[in-house]
């Protein structure tokens, strides 16, 4: 039970005073330190991180030592270079780094400072690649909050309302395979691709004004809606045919999150472009965008910005990914290893309640939809804020996505004793809130 509950309560009002309105859980989780599997709030309670804080800390709350060590230590060298106008070391080296860990062909990096940067950074350059102006994303899709990924954002009508319109893009339906009225994975992705087909290619626009379809491998914010693997494999046959980029938005599903460097490789097919933020700095803002070397490069002075390859941010990337490089196929392990087994109790906890219609994932990127009634499947919304208020109360963190799913993405290092834990305290919510 959380302990000295007022004092959070008091920060969180003041917070009310002067921050503005964002997209903060209904729980005053009000975080002061963390490290390892833990974080420890302002008031010394002490929580399991089920969240990874959003996907960012794969490797430990806090990072871990190698990458903070990284950090302290360039702080004190040169933190600032300006480095899309003047030339720094540090960053080729991790962009020579980076770019092995992809496909062969790979070869042309672009720093910046976050997700929506990094997808931003892919609408303009799919652009200029293809000299095409559409673009293509689905619904429930999440691609960030700024003004050209927000265009290739649908997940919800809060995000977009009063900011339209946007640019030129086309949403089409993603197979949301649990919610399909057709109940078969594998026509519930051909009816997919027959509305991108035969809907939007012959009645809307032709695939010589499409420059890109953005797709997130597995869908975050949306709900953590994983595809088929026969419409990943016909979405990139569709991109081929018509000559248009895919971009794979690897900002949450990425950097080992599902067993694989790239979620996209769980699908058996390569992008054109690449997008990362979120872990790949262990927790200092950093995102990137990599094309292939085939396409070419962009004018001079059609995209840049201030902070991108910031020095602090490259060394907390450059020592993260040595020790993804150093330790890659336990990490393979490991997220699989420990995702069967959150997958396997989740499982068993669907046949036992009514409330948990749906369970899925792929690693350590796991989701569980919470319904009214498995017949019906009705959003139950309140009751899934309800358990995360009570798993709050206990000592776990975890964060919703979707109208009314709950996602499980503890770090990749946590302990299989403290994934049991935490599975307790879900498992003692959904059993409180199924009695009434």
């Known amino acids: 039970m959380i302990k000295n509950l007022e004092k959070l309560k008091r920060i969180v009002a003041r917070d009310s005073k002067v921050i503005m309105t964002t997209t903060r859980v209904n729980y005053p989780l009000v975080i002061e330190k963390g490290n390892g599997d833990y974080a420890y709030d302002a008031a010394g309670n002490r929580f399991i991180d089920f969240s990874s804080f959003i996907s960012v800390y794969n490797f430990g709350v806090n990072a871990n030592a190698q990458i903070r060590s990284a950090v302290k230590k360039q702080v004190d060298v040169m933190m600032h270079t300006a480095f899309n106008d003047y030339y720094s070391e540090l960053p080729v080296v991790f962009a020579e780094k980076l770019v092995k860990m992809f496909p062969g062909g790979f070869g042309k990096v672009f720093f910046s400072n976050s997700g929506t940067e990094a997808n931003e950074a892919a609408l303009k350059f799919s652009k200029i690649f293809t000299k095409k102006q559409y673009a293509l994303s689905f619904y ?25 319109p946007f640019n030129s893009v086309i949403h089409t339906p993603f197979p949301y395979c649990y919610r399909c009225k057709l109940n078969d994975g594998s026509k519930c992705c051909l009816e997919s691709v027959d509305n991108i087909e035969n809907n939007i290619l012959q009645k809307e626009t032709s695939g010589k004004e499409i420059a890109a379809v953005f797709l997130e491998p597995i869908q975050g914010e949306g709900g953590y809606i994983v595809p088929p693997k026969e419409f990943v494999k016909e979405l990139r046959r569709i991109t081929k045919d018509n000559g248009i980029l895919l971009v794979s938005d690897e900002v949450q599903a990425g950097y080992m999150r599902t067993g694989k460097f790239l979620a996209l490789d769980n699908f058996g097919v390569d992008a054109d472009i690449y997008t990362m933020a979120k872990a790949i700095a262990g927790g200092i803002p950093m995102g990137v965008t990599i094309s292939k070397k085939s396409l070419g490069d962009i004018p001079e002075g059609s995209h840049s910005n201030t902070f991108g390859g ?43 309640y009514e409330i948990v ?54 770090p990749l290092t946590m302990s299989m004793q403290n994934i049991e834990k935490g599975l307790d305290i879900l498992e003692s919510a959904i059993k409180e809130i199924s009695s009434g």
Do not use: W
């Not at 699989?336 to 959150?342: A, L, N, R, V």
């Open 140 to 164: 429930n899709s999440f691609h960030g909050r700024t003004y050209g990924s927000l265009g290739l954002t649908a997940s919800f009508t809060v995000h977009r309302e009063n900011f339209g």
């Open 310 to 352: 910031n020095l602090v941010a490259v060394a907390a990337a450059n020592a993260s990914i040595d020790y993804v490089r150093r330790n890659q196929r336990s990490l393979e392990l490991s997220a699989k290893k420990k995702g069967k087994k959150i997958m396997t109790r989740l499982n068993e906890l669907k046949e036992r």
């Open 357 to 410: 219609g749906d369970v899925r994932g792929l690693g350590l990127m796991i989701g569980v939809e919470f319904v009214k009634s498995k017949k019906t499947k009705e959003y139950a919304t309140i009751e899934r804020d309800r358990i995360l208020k009570l798993c709050f109360n206990e000592g776990l963190i975890l964060l919703p996505a979707g109208r009314s799913a709950i996602r499980l993405i503890p």
